[in-house]
């Protein structure tokens, strides 16, 4: 079945980066975008960026571009996202999703927590 | 982009139905056809119910069905279950290969 996997929880500082990852398995890796959601604690969901794994163009939103950087090992089919200049606001569980246009499935999350 | 519009709560009795609105602009809901809807259990990863504003995946049940009129998209839950207690989450192309989501609906069972 269509699965992905994502990488285990990380704190950071402030100012640090983070790269989480997002192991897909069940499908032709290179044929489906991968995005990139967060969701703080008990807010809502907010769109990051997406990739797509075949040719490594990435497309991202407005809010995050200069900080964030998509990238992919289609080696291992695995998507990565690193996030730097870290603030505390940026503490958040991280999704990794399948697709272009709709969004299936979606990792398990990764909780990316930025304390000092 | 700006969240798309979504009531902070709904509730609904046990076999009733529930409709959550989505409320964008002509730049994102309104522009296109390409509305998602996601569900979301308390402490698991979104869930997609709806795509392209009225399509259901295989294996959503049928309770859940999708529209939209000018820049409003709606879920209708009809028949409610217990099971369907969550949060309720719209997503819109907006335009430049960007996508925008809703703020999340609560959805409550009596």
């Known amino acids: ?116 | 982009q700006s969240a798309l519009t979504q009531p902070r709560s709904v509730s609904g009795s046990l076999g009733q139905s529930v409709t959550i609105s989505c409320t964008g602009t002509s730049s994102d809901v309104g522009g296109y056809n390409y509305v998602s809807w996601y569900q979301q259990h308390p402490g698991k990863a979104p869930k997609l119910i709806i795509y392209d504003v009225t399509k259901r995946p295989s294996g959503v049940p049928d309770h859940f069905s999708g529209s939209k009129s000018g820049n409003t998209a709606s879920l209708t839950i009809s028949g409610l279950q217990a099971e369907d207690e969550a949060d309720y989450y719209c997503c819109s192309y907006a335009g430049t290969y960007t996508w925008v989501f809703g703020g999340g609906t609560k959805l409550t069972v009596l």
């Open chain 1, 1 to 116: 079945q269509v699965q992905l996997v994502q990488s285990g929880a990380e704190v950071r500082r402030p100012g640090a980066s983070v790269k989480v990852s997002c192991k897909a398995s069940g499908y032709t890796f290179s044929s489906s975008d991968i995005n990139w959601v967060r969701q703080a604690s008990g807010q809502g969901l907010e769109w990051i960026g997406w990739m797509n794994p075949n040719n490594g163009n990435t497309g991202y939103a407005q809010k995050f571009q200069g900080r964030v950087t998509m990238t992919r090992d289609t080696s291992i089919t695995t998507a990565y996202m690193e996030l730097s200049s870290l603030r505390f606001e940026d503490t958040a569980v991280y999704y990794c999703a399948r697709g272009k246009v709709w969004f299936d499935p979606w990792g398990q999350g990764t909780l990316v927590s930025v304390s000092s």
